[in-house]
């Protein structure tokens, strides 16, 4: 059974900072692709960042420069640091992972998900 526990969300102005902590309870962490996925209110769960089983990281456009993603493989921990917040990245963030080969932004790829972790930027 693979568990997967996001932490880190909040509130914050725009312009604040805020990291995200997913822990993954899963001896096969390390071959797996991860992603961080976020929906707000109304609309489709949307890829934000991810690394895949080759360890490569893959942005958004609408995060790139701003959001940096990593492992901490001692610890299990996938992190993703959010920079330069805007009010458009309030959602509630979710992480996920899965053992595949493709695009890790790719939602469907996925079966194993967090409960997710609520990002809210005020302007």
């Known amino acids: 059974q693979v568990r997967l526990v996001e932490s880190g969300g909040g509130s914050v102005q725009a312009g604040g900072s805020l990291r995200l902590s997913c822990l993954e309870s899963?001896?096969?962490?390390?071959?797996?692709?991860m992603g961080w996925f976020r929906q707000a209110p109304g609309k489709e769960r949307e890829g934000v960042a991810c690394i895949d089983s080759s360890g490569n990281p893959k942005y958004s456009d609408s995060v790139k420069g701003r959001i940096t993603i990593s492992k901490d493989n001692a610890n299990h921990t996938l992190i993703l640091e959010m920079n330069s917040l805007r009010p458009e990245d309030t959602a509630m963030y979710y992480c996920?992972?899965?053992?595949?080969?493709?695009?890790?932004?790719?939602?469907?790829?996925?079966?194993?998900w967090g409960q997710g972790t609520l990002v809210i930027v005020s302007s």
């Open positions: 996920a992972a899965d053992q595949f080969i493709g695009n890790c932004l790719a939602r469907p790829l996925y079966n194993y």
């Open positions: 899963r001896s096969t962490y390390t071959r797996s692709s």
